[in-house]
Every structure is written in structure tokens, then in C-alpha cells.
């Protein structure tokens, strides 16, 4: 069971992974022991599965940022996850998802004209159903 401690804990991990144990402590009114101690129990419990950061794709020059509704053709999926595995440099996260479709396809693209070559390819394997974020 975590408690109101271990909440603010992960609040303010999740705000910035990278602040030290000491500022983290001071923030909870805790130790730095008592602070790290607490931090270890949750990635020993599995809480905190990992530290990670935030990447601007724009800034990589991947400005087109879209979401993917996936609808597979027939129950076999392996020719649309193989495909993948030849597009990576465009692919952020592929769920495996319940409801109307079958996967939710989050990519990165330099320009309109590369996502358009993608999606004719990917169409090939699947049917889909594509959104375009705006702002974040």
C-alpha cells in the first residue's frame, strides 16, 4: 500500500526523475536517508519500473507527430508488426489495444510527404485510421 508520502514521492519524480535525493527531501520534509530509503522500497516493489526522459521530436527534426488507428485485415497481425520492424525510425509506440481497432501506432515523421510514403506502404497490411496531433 503506498501512503500520502510515497504519492508526493512519485509526484515529484515524475516532475523531474533526475532531482537529487537531498532536494527530493527537502520538498517531502524528509532525510535524504529516509528519502532514498523510501525511493528503493518503490523500485524494489516494482512502482517505479524505470527513470526515463522527454524527447522534443520536433527539435530532432521529426515536426509531424501522429497517432494511428490500426484496423488488421484478419486475425493474423505478423505481416503489419514485421513491416514495423523495417519503419523504426518512424515508430514511438505501438499499443496493443481492445476496442474499435486493433493497435494505436504513434510515429514520427520529417515532413507530410514522408508520412503520406508510409502510409501507402502501411496500407498495404492494414487498414487505418490516422489523427494528427496538434499541440501538446
Known amino acids: 500500500m503506498l501512503d500520502h508520502t510515497d504519492l508526493k514521492i512519485l509526484e515529484e519524480l515524475s516532475?523531474?526523475?533526475?532531482?537529487?535525493?537531498?532536494?527530493?527531501?527537502?520538498?517531502i520534509h524528509l532525510s535524504g536517508?529516509?528519502?532514498?530509503?523510501?525511493?528503493?522500497?518503490?523500485?524494489?516493489?516494482?512502482?517505479?519500473e524505470g527513470y526515463t526522459i522527454q524527447i522534443n521530436q520536433a527539435e530532432l527534426g521529426y515536426p509531424v507527430h501522429a497517432l494511428i488507428n490500426i484496423f488488421t485485415k484478419s486475425t493474423?497481425?505478423?505481416?503489419y508488426l514485421s513491416f514495423l520492424k523495417t519503419k523504426e525510425q518512424y515508430i514511438i509506440n505501438n499499443y496493443k489495444i481492445?476496442?474499435?481497432?486493433?493497435?494505436?501506432l504513434e510515429g514520427r515523421f520529417s515532413s507530410n510527404q514522408e508520412?503520406?510514403?508510409?502510409?501507402?506502404?502501411?496500407?498495404?497490411?492494414?487498414?487505418?485510421?490516422?489523427?494528427?496531433?496538434?499541440?501538446?
Do not use: T
Not at 33 to 48: C, Q, T, Y
Open 15 to 27: 516532475k523531474n526523475s533526475r532531482i537529487s535525493m537531498k532536494e527530493l527531501g527537502e520538498k
Open 33 to 48: 536517508p529516509a528519502i532514498s530509503a523510501r525511493v528503493e522500497k518503490l523500485e524494489r516493489n516494482g512502482v517505479i
Open 98 to 104: 481492445s476496442g474499435d481497432s486493433c493497435y494505436i
Open 115 to 136: 508520412l503520406d510514403k508510409f502510409l501507402v506502404e502501411l496500407n498495404e497490411h492494414v487498414n487505418y485510421k490516422l489523427s494528427i496531433i496538434i499541440n501538446k
Open 76 to 79: 493474423y497481425h505478423q505481416p
